[in-house]
């Protein structure tokens, strides 16, 4: 890569597909099946569209106009949505299921959040447009001649609103500005090639996307908060293996919603990585865990307060 730049100056440690691991964090993201089935068949088609040719020619044979209305749409997905919603774990497992869905291996390369730079003029846009430049020279080497993807890239950018804010803003930097811009090229210079290539991006923000963004995205994913049914989705299996009663997880799922003094729920996060491990600790070493146990602990904690958009 040219003017020195590295590859760990633009990416975390990239993530190849199919990968154990990686199917079993998907599957442990319950309640979300919705989101997983849509998200996995517009990746699909974003990375390799020999599949809906395949569909065309088999269920509709000649729509070639309606074929290419879906192929055209630039290859970005926003997702979106309050903190502990899951869609940033979504985003980085979701990658397995493509790979296994179409029968190619993906390469995930996750944006660094040093490519925001450190302030010089210049830099931010520099760092964005080679991260693209990468994405898109790795997509080129994948394109099949005959329209199937020998593999496929995905670029994830995490916090997006930092690198792709609404330029409508007039406080807005113009190195902010350029670096957009770069933001946009990046993605149009991906679907311009049609290349076996997608971005991602999530973000806690979606109004503070730049609009010219925000107008490329194939398809738009929303996440909240996990309402009742979801709760006991996440929580149900592993407090039974605890020896936690049905009349006791119900209990928690409610206990674990809004409340009397509060308007929100717990996350997904909050339930995963706070509520059941705190559990287990807190009876561990000395003794079982218990409903009461559990009760009590959820009765105490707190969950993640709301993220509101300024």
Not at 30 to 47: H, N, W, Y
Not at 235 to 250: R, Y
């Amino acid at each position: 890569m040219s003017d020195n730049i590295s590859f760990e100056e633009l990416f975390e440690q990239a993530i190849e597909y199919p990968e154990v691991d990686y199917r079993e964090r998907l599957d442990r993201l319950v309640g979300l099946d919705a989101q997983k089935e849509q998200l996995s068949k517009t990746l699909g088609l974003l990375v390799n569209p020999d599949g809906l040719s395949e569909w065309v020619e088999k269920y509709h044979k000649g729509a070639n106009s309606v074929k290419d209305i879906v192929l055209r749409r630039p290859p970005l997905i926003v997702m979106a949505g309050d903190v502990g919603s899951g869609k940033t774990e979504l985003a980085m497992t979701i990658g397995d299921s493509v790979a296994r869905l179409e029968g190619i291996g993906i390469t995930l390369l996750p944006m660094s959040l040093s490519t925001r730079g450190d302030g010089r003029v210049g830099q931010m846009t520099k760092l964005i447009s080679k991260a693209f430049e990468y994405t898109l020279e790795r997509a080129k080497k994948l394109k099949g001649e005959t329209g199937k993807s020998r593999g496929a890239v995905i670029l994830l950018v995490d916090e997006a609103d930092a690198l792709a804010q609404s330029r409508e803003n007039a406080q807005m930097h113009h190195e902010d500005k350029s670096g957009v811009n770069a933001f946009i090229r990046g993605i149009d210079s991906l679907g311009n090639g049609k290349l076996p290539a997608a971005v991602i991006m999530c973000t806690n923000r979606p109004s503070a996307l730049d609009p010219a963004v925000k107008r490329r995205a194939a398809e738009v994913f929303y996440f909240k908060r996990p309402n009742e049914e979801q709760r006991y989705e996440v929580l149900a299996s592993p407090l039974k293996e605890l020896g936690i009663t049905e009349n006791e997880i119900q209990q928690l799922v409610k206990i674990t919603g809004a409340t009397d003094g509060r308007d929100y729920g717990f996350t997904y996060s909050d339930l995963l990585q706070r509520l059941i491990p705190t559990i287990i600790i807190s009876a561990y070493p000395g003794k079982a865990v218990s409903g009461e146990l559990a009760i009590g602990v959820a009765e105490e904690m707190i969950p993640t307060p709301v993220f509101k958009e300024k």
